[in-house]
């Protein structure tokens, strides 16, 4: 049974730089065919895809979120079966609830229980 499980912390200040790891149990990161999914939620609206790294380590970034485009970066460590998302110059506008997701065959089948991140002074 594949699980992930997001961690990192609930409360960023405005101008920090946000940073959360995904851990991958029951299935490695480079197992071919997979790709390993950001998304987020925002209060009240829609949830989001940020980005990807799949599993050739290739990364993969939301072309129509063009207010995370320039500050988002998804990085991995295979070593530890897991991948990371970095947002830098956060605002408030980047309180969401994050989740990790596995992905194939364009189907997310496996979520994370997601993590609140508030942007606040």
């Known amino acids: 049974q594949v699980q992930l499980q997001e961690s990192g912390p609930g409360l960023v200040k405005p101008s920090q730089t946000l940073s959360l790891t995904c851990t991958v149990s029951?299935?490695?990161?480079?197992?071919?065919?997979?790709?390993w999914n950001w998304f987020r939620q925002p209060p009240g609206k829609g949830l989001e895809w940020i980005g990807a790294?799949?599993?050739?380590?290739?990364?993969?970034?939301?072309p129509s979120l063009k207010s995370l485009k320039s500050r988002t970066s998804i990085s991995r460590d295979t070593s530890k079966n897991q991948f990371t998302l970095q947002l830098s110059s956060v605002t408030p506008e980047d309180t969401a609830v994050y989740f990790c997701v596995r992905g194939v065959d364009c189907v997310y089948d496996y979520w994370g229980q997601g993590t609140q991140v508030t942007v606040s002074s």
């Open positions: 790294t799949a599993y050739s380590g290739v990364t993969y970034y939301s």
């Open positions: 029951g299935g490695s990161i480079t197992t071919n065919g997979y790709y």
